[in-house]
């Protein structure tokens, strides 16, 4: 029998959603990429993917938390439909919707997905993660060629559509400039959010 998955788990007063174990990117910081799927006390393993109907099930009553959001050890972008067809639902419930991305969904569906987005997503965090690529590259060891660069167009692109944006970089990484990587974003028109590294959720 197949165990079900951690698909709703809150931290504070957010409520998180893992809706996929896939990636593109093997980040060397990435708690799943040093084999552990723990965050806090959720074991985030998936031995299948939640449809969209477990997924609004497992939120339950969203009521009490100031935002809905969708981040595990996955690039939640990766399920777009399915990630689309729960902000709807919880937008019609009154909730507050944010994505833990990559800033790659652009890359993998070949087509600019932002539009999509617009109405149904309040707030985009997305992993800038460096402030040149080779640094980028080191420590995000990317699938797909052209992963920077569509990123920072992503960056750059997702104001048009979307109220809120951030950029995060992690403080501790080797060889990645803290203030620089603001500048980055600033330049992208966006928001910066320092992470620190070993801390998750």
């Known amino acids: 029998m197949t165990a079900s998955p951690t698909i709703a788990y809150p931290i504070g007063d957010r409520l998180y959603l893992s809706i996929t174990d896939r990636c593109t990117l093997a980040c060397r910081f990435c708690p ?9 006390d959720y074991d985030l393993s998936m031995d299948y993917r939640p449809t969209t109907k477990e997924i609004i099930t497992a939120m339950g009553d969203i009521s009490s938390y100031s935002s809905i959001v969708f981040c595990g050890y996955g690039e939640p972008t990766l399920r777009l439909k399915v990630l689309l ?10 909730g507050q919707v944010r994505i833990n991305t990559d800033g790659l969904a652009n890359l993998v569906n070949k087509r600019n997905v932002l539009p999509e ?5 309040d707030s985009l965090s997305i992993s800038l993660n460096a402030q040149n690529e080779m640094v980028y590259n080191r420590h995000c060891d990317p699938a797909l060629i052209g992963s920077w660069e569509a990123m920072l167009e992503f960056l750059a692109l997702a104001p048009q559509w979307i109220p809120e944006v951030t950029a995060t970089a992690i403080n501790g990484l080797e060889g990645v400039d803290i203030e620089e990587c603001r500048r980055l974003a600033e330049q ?4 910066f959010r320092q992470r620190e590294l070993g801390l998750v959720g």
Not at 32 to 40: D, F, L, Y
Not at 85 to 94: C, D, S, T
Not at 117 to 121: A, E, R
């Open 32 to 40: 799943k990429t040093k084999g552990t799927m723990q965050v806090h």
């Open 85 to 94: 067809e729960v902000a709807r639902e919880i937008k019609n419930l009154g």
């Open 117 to 121: 987005m617009s109405g149904l997503i």
């Open 188 to 191: 992208c028109g966006v928001k």
